[in-house]
């Protein structure tokens, strides 16, 4: 990972932002079902119903506690460590970043503009989802919490003197962010697919909206 300092940084949340969390999680389903020689239908729809219940408890998705509640929809001894392999696939991960990241990713890497992460649930699971991007990221630019509400005042300080732009598709982060940091350029991600159903706050003004990352080129170059 390189170690450049910048003037100006690029943060962005990772689920339905960089990462199609829908086609990794259908791609999941459809591997693991193959090991229950399920149908792949009946086994994705077994495995989002339980997805969703842990979502509810947890907030952030448990990998054991996901597959050893699979685990109990089959009839059969499956072995639990096969299970991993296939979750913790990291072709898995590589083919659900969005076509259109690498393409700013690198115009910003160009531009010498860095790049960071601003993301919540466990750290594990998300960072082996922007492991293929590693080339683009530092460390110190990955902020991952459980609950990112409680590190946006620290986080952002330490960017006080950055330009800073803020890339994230929940309405609600956006706005704490501009809350506790003014001169923060907030920019709401909305991917058709992955936002169908959101429910935005009436009084929700982001600095900019975009549907695609491709957008954000022409707002920073608008911004220089």
């Known amino acids: 990972m390189n170690q450049k300092k910048f003037n100006k940084i690029v943060l962005f949340d990772i689920d339905h932002t960089i990462f199609d969390t829908i086609l990794y999680r259908n791609n999941l389903y459809k591997n693991l079902a193959k090991e229950f020689n399920a149908d792949v239908n009946e086994f994705s729809e077994i495995a989002q119903n339980e997805y969703i219940k842990l979502r ?26 096969k299970l991993k392999v296939i979750f913790w696939d990291k072709k898995l991960y590589e083919k659900s970043i969005y076509p259109d990241v690498k393409n ?28 293929s991007l590693n080339e683009y990221l530092t460390e110190n630019h990955i902020y991952i919490s459980k609950d990112k509400f409680k590190i946006i005042k620290k986080t952002f300080a330490k960017y006080k003197n950055h330009q800073v732009y803020l890339v994230d598709d929940y309405p609600q982060i956006l706005e704490s962010t501009k809350s506790h940091h003014k001169n923060i350029f907030t920019v ?14 009436e009084n929700f003004k982001p600095d900019a909206s975009i549907t695609n990352l491709n957008q954000l080129i022409d707002i920073i170059e608008t911004n220089n």
């Open 104 to 131: 700013v990713f690198s115009y910003l890497a160009k531009n010498n503009i860095q790049i960071g992460i601003f993301s919540t649930v466990e750290s594990t699971h998300q960072k082996i989802k922007i492991e």
């Open 56 to 81: 509810k408890t947890t907030y952030y998705l448990d990998p054991d506690v996901f597959l050893n509640t699979i685990l109990t929809h089959s009839e059969k001894k499956i072995d639990h460590q």
């Open 188 to 201: 709401f991600i909305k991917r058709q697919k992955a936002h169908s159903n959101l429910v935005i706050p």
